[in-house]
């Protein structure tokens, strides 16, 4: 557990960020008033501040805020391409990396969970792959990956949201599922399990 003269690590601090930031614009979206948002917000948690909130009251905040209604997002400026329906690829695992990277957008591990976004990582994952092969051009498209390709990047990302959640229930003071072993953290959906079943989605 963070002592609270420590620093919290920086994608936790990075996430506590994004739903101030959220809650900001849910508070704008909702046409709330002052006295009825700071009602809220200590309804939710017994703060007002938005600031003075640690990592799980911030998410209780934001939750109460998408019962009302808010339904959040950090790019709803851009047009995004949305991803095609599960079992519509020709290889299994490109269909599990579109599914993580949904849940990573709902987690708000990455702003931006579109298909496009998520071409765009992928060009970067198998161009540096190929950079290693003397190759200079990476794959354009999810659709368009092998499975050798695909199974890379999946397990990337797994270990990518894993990472980031590990960190998120440490910082909330859980105490951290671990293998049968007791040896390292439990296995990649133990830990999306063990996040989620804190309320947060």
Partial sequence: MLKTN????????????RLITLINVAKGSLRLD????RGMLKHATGKESL???NLPELEQALEVFKQKGFKPTLNSHKKRRLSPAAGSSKVASIDKIRAIW??????????????SALDAYVRR???RSHITNNQTQGVDATAWMTEPQAYKVLESLKNWHKRV???????????????????????????????????YE
């Fill in 6 to 17: 420590q620093k919290a690590p920086a994608p936790v601090a990075l996430h506590k960020k």
């Fill in 34 to 37: 002052e006295a009825i948002y």
């Fill in 51 to 53: 600031r003075a909130m």
């Fill in 102 to 115: 949904i849940t990573m957008g709902h987690h708000l591990v990455i702003q931006d969970n579109s298909e």
């Fill in 125 to 127: 994952m198998t161009l």
């Fill in 165 to 199: 959640l590990i960190e998120r229930i440490i910082a909330r003071g859980e105490r951290l599922k671990m293998n049968e072993k007791g040896t390292q953290p439990a296995a990649y959906e133990s830990i999306v399990a063990q996040y989620e079943g804190h309320g």
